[in-house]
């Protein structure tokens, strides 16, 4: 089993860095291969709808998000953590996985995604809820935990003195670690669930 976490934060040992070090550690505990990929201080650029990766499989803009495709192809899970700016996500992290989502073509279904999110103070649930979009409309469970799967703290040393966040990425870390195996299981046993063809209706007048 592998998940892969993407950190959304311009700081490499931030708030959210530590956020994610006690998921990652409770993968290794559980057993789970732990990658983790640190985006936010990437120059990523916004996806420009020019449908290359229709054609190619992969974004035109060679960057990080083509050298994390296949990461993600094979992981069994995807944590996505940022730091509120304005009660969103971190932009950087918002474009790459605008492009990451849309340049990959393969079945993302049953992967199992989580997001987590790190501020000072508010606008957590705002930025939570549009991190899980991206989950909810690729056939990905979303990973669930005892609480919104939010930590506080303006630097690392804040974030490690807020006992309940801490807690609630822990056990973030375990159900989802409970998830992917299960999934993995049901996928040996039972197999992926019918999929349809998709049908795009786009509404006008």
């Not at 976490?5 to 550690?25: D, I």
């Not at 508010?122 to 919104?148: H, I, R």
């Not at 159900?175 to 509404?203: C, D, H, R, V």
Request: proline share 3%; charged share 20%.
């Amino acid at each position: 089993m592998k998940v892969l976490l993407l950190n959304g934060s311009p700081k490499a040992n931030g708030n959210t860095a530590y956020a994610l070090s006690q998921m990652a550690e409770v993968f290794t505990a559980e057993g789970v291969e732990t990658e983790i990929l640190h985006v936010g201080n990437q120059p990523i650029r916004g996806c420009i709808a020019c449908g290359s990766c229709r054609k190619t499989g992969k974004c035109i803009f060679d960057d990080a998000v083509n050298q994390a495709a296949e990461a993600f192809r094979q992981a069994d899970g995807l944590v996505a953590a940022s730091p509120v700016y304005y009660a969103s996500a971190n932009a950087t992290l918002v474009a790459f996985l605008d492009r990451l989502f849309y340049s990959t073509g393969f079945d993302k279904r049953m992967k199992v995604g989580a997001s987590v999110v790190v501020a000072r103070r508010g606008g957590c649930s705002a930025t939570f809820d549009e991190l899980n979009k991206y989950f909810t409309m690729t056939g990905m469970p979303v990973a669930s935990s005892q609480y919104w799967n939010m930590v506080y703290g303006g630097s690392a040393e804040e974030v490690a003195q807020d006992a309940e966040g801490l807690q609630t990425m822990r056990t973030l870390g375990r159900n989802m670690a409970f998830m992917m195996k299960s999934f993995q299981l049901g996928k040996e046993q039972i197999g992926l669930p019918q999929k349809e063809p998709l049908i795009f209706t786009n509404f006008h007048r």
